[in-house]
């Protein structure tokens, strides 16, 4: 029933979508004036859902991102960058409207937010666009409007890229990762982070995924693309060469580092606190009232590091390494799970979403536990009153999606359909064939 009831209200918000309604997917759906109406990159969770079943709202949904690729332009190019910089906090027009102040409920104090750091909605965008065509097929809507997203947003991460001290590695400087505690190292609150693993590892897999969109038209029709696009061999060579040097930071143990010197920093009292306050998901605040940061802490908000195993396979990460030039031994990925698993406060309703995810396979206990918790977000109100702001859309498809893609182990890849269910504890089992019809792949 409750599945039911998160199936209702996504397509509830999304239903209506056609290639002539201009709209996006705001985070908190119709169903409240959480957010302003503002659209997050929140969409990521919800297009799997709708892709396997009614691609059609996901295509006209991303047509949304596309009508403001202009706006997005204009907003890189007042930066000082190329491509396209798409806003944390989407609004009508495309504009930024991510908010530059906080209110703290705790201490009745306005402070600082730099979210707008969050320079990974872009790279959210990309992989979705491309996720949609490799399920779909669909190469009217990438040559029409999947490639020019694709490059801009190429184009744009591939500008923020520099070179490191040694010259053999490409860094990416201040900016957030999805774990929205750290905007800035100890003392140094708002100026975003060094290497975010995620967001370099994704860049890395967006700059290959542009290289390839780029070569998908022929003949006439790829040299007025190009022509248009001002693209040329050049160009994609250093999307390629920054593709694979991008830096990703290690642990002294292997542990993936969540971003360069994370490691350096201090471990958290989670006991204590959770034995002072009982909900300490929003750490953000609860420092802040105490003169304290996040900022200085081995924590996180929601999954960060993590969130990379939560859209690729273990063989697509294995390919992405090591194009990367690093070698990601077996071992290191448990390690790395386990790591961020006790170090995050789940202040997100996105976040139980992903760690469920992340656990279905190695231990399906402790998922099924925390995708009840996941249903349950709005059910229950366990944030404590913003439910009532509006329903947290990407949570509801995050949890109707595992169902179909996690523990149903449905996937699209590499041209073909993938069936590799994982059903949780006490869950009836029938015979199952896996092999299917016409495909070039069976398991």
Request: glycine fraction near 10%; charge should be negative.
């Amino acid at each position: 029933m409750a599945l039911s009831l998160q199936t209702f209200h996504v397509l509830t918000a999304t239903a209506a979508a056609s290639d002539d309604q201009d709209a996006g997917i705001p985070a908190r759906g119709l169903h409240g004036e959480g957010y302003r109406g503002h659209i997050f990159w929140d969409e990521l969770f919800v297009y799997p859902m709708l892709t396997l079943r009614r691609p059609d709202l996901t295509r006209s949904l991303l047509l949304y991102r596309f009508r403001r690729l202009d706006a997005a332009r204009d907003a890189a190019r007042r930066a000082g960058f190329r491509g396209a910089m798409y806003p944390w906090q989407s609004g009508s027009d495309g504009r930024d409207e991510t908010p530059t102040t906080l209110f703290n409920t705790r201490d009745g104090d306005w402070i600082s937010d730099h979210s707008y750091r969050q320079r990974h909605v872009g790279l959210a965008i990309a992989y979705s666009v491309w996720r949609y065509y490799q399920t779909t097929g669909d190469i009217d809507f990438l040559t029409r409007y999947g490639i020019e997203l694709l490059v801009e947003i190429a184009r744009f991460f591939a500008s923020l890229a520099t070179p490191d001290e040694t010259g053999n590695r490409f860094s990416i400087d201040s900016v957030m990762g999805p774990d929205e505690f750290h905007d800035g190292y100890p003392g140094n609150s708002g100026g975003g982070v060094r290497n975010n693993a995620y967001t370099n590892i994704l860049a890395a897999w967006v700059l290959a995924r542009a290289i390839e969109a780029a070569e998908v038209p022929t003949g006439g029709d790829r040299e007025s693309l190009w022509n248009r696009l001002g693209m040329d061999e050049a160009e994609l060579n250093s999307w390629d060469a920054i593709s694979r040097r991008l830096t990703v930071v290690f642990h002294s143990d292997g542990v993936i580092s969540q971003f360069e010197g994370y490691e350096k920093l201090k471990e958290f009292d989670w006991e204590g606190y959770q034995a002072r306050y009982g909900n300490i998901g929003r750490l953000d605040l609860i420092l802040q009232s105490e003169g304290d940061s996040t900022n200085n802490y081995r924590l996180s908000k929601q999954a960060d590091v993590l969130m990379i195993f939560y859209l690729f396979s273990a063989e697509e990460l294995q390919d992405i390494f090591d194009r990367l030039g690093y070698h990601l031994r077996p071992q290191q990925i448990p390690r790395t799970v386990h790591f961020y698993l006790s170090r995050t406060s789940h202040g997100s309703t996105l976040s139980r979403v992903a760690h469920s995810w992340v656990l279905a396979r190695s231990n399906r206990r402790k998922s099924w536990s925390l995708f009840r918790q996941a249903l349950d977000s709005d059910l229950d109100d366990t944030q404590g009153g913003t439910t009532a702001e509006g329903i947290h859309l990407g949570a509801m498809a995050g949890t109707v999606d595992m169902v179909l893609r996690c523990y149903g182990g449905v996937e699209t890849r590499d041209g073909a359909l993938w069936l590799h269910p994982v059903l949780p504890p006490g869950t009836a089992r029938c015979p199952l064939s896996t092999a299917v019809p016409g495909s070039a792949h069976q398991r």
